[in-house]
């Protein structure tokens, strides 16, 4: 079945820059994207971006456009999210999810998520 | 950008009562592309309604899911303990790009 395993937490000063990974198994990893969605604590859900696994295409939502890169590696089926320029309210926690297009492209698989904590 | 407003904020209702949950665009948008999620504290989402009213596999048919235009609902039937949790609306607006409604928390 299809499984996403994110890398776990994180503490970063603000300023620096954090790389988060989601392992993806279970389906065909360059057929499909991986969206990157936040949780700040006790806030709801902001989507970050994503990322096409077939030609490596990105889409970032605008508040986050020029500190966050999204990659891929086909060889260890492995999505990268890196944040950079960390301020203490990016201090969330960062899933990873994947869409089926066939339901409207919702996101019906998740990972686990990964704890990012910026603090001096 | 659309905006998902969702209401109430929150919402205290006991086992066995029915729920209704709102969810309204700050435009129009397709149904199809309009989904539901719950979520329990520490875990994350889980799919519940697509194209605003399919229940995804595995979720109990007391969720259901209606709604066109700007105007969506969650409704669960009859309130079961694992229920109380926190809903999400969200909008697939293609390029891609998600949009999240701000969530109801259902609480005992």
């Known amino acids: 079945q299809v499984q996403l395993v994110q890398s776990g937490s994180e503490l970063k000063k603000p300023g620096a820059s954090v790389k988060v990974s989601c392992k993806a198994s279970?389906?065909?990893?360059?057929?499909?994207?991986i969206t990157w969605v936040r949780q700040a604590p006790g806030q709801g859900l902001e989507w970050v971006g994503w990322?096409?696994?077939?030609?490596?295409?990105?889409n970032y939502a605008q508040n986050f456009q020029g500190r966050v890169s999204m990659t891929t590696d086909t060889s260890t089926t492995t999505v990268y999210m890196e944040l950079s320029s960390l301020r203490s309210d990016d201090t969330a926690i960062y899933f990873c999810?994947?869409?089926?297009?066939?339901?409207?492209?919702?996101?019906?698989?998740w990972g686990q998520g990964t704890l990012v904590t910026v603090s001096s | 950008e659309i905006v998902l407003t969702q209401s109430p904020g929150t919402l205290s209702l006991s086992p066995g009562e029915r729920a209704t949950l709102s969810c309204r665009a700050s435009?129009?948008?397709?149904?199809?592309?309009l989904a539901w999620y719950q979520q329990k504290p520490g875990q994350a989402p889980r799919l519940l309604i697509y194209?605003?009213?399919t229940r995804a596999t595995g979720i109990p048919d007391r969720f259901s899911g209606s709604g066109s235009g700007t105007d969506f609902t969650l409704t669960i039937s009859r309130l079961e303990p694992e229920d109380f949790a926190v809903y999400y609306c969200?909008?697939?607006?293609?390029?891609?790009?998600?949009?999240f409604g701000q969530g109801t928390k259902l609480e005992i």
């Open positions: 999810a994947r869409s089926e297009p066939l339901i409207g492209e919702s996101l019906i698989y």
């Open positions: 279970g389906h065909s990893f360059n057929v499909f994207g």
């Open positions: 990322i096409s696994a077939y030609n490596g295409d990105s």
């Open positions: 435009q129009s948008v397709r149904s199809s592309y």
């Open positions: 194209g605003a009213s």
């Open positions: 969200q909008h697939y607006a293609g390029s891609p790009m998600y949009t």
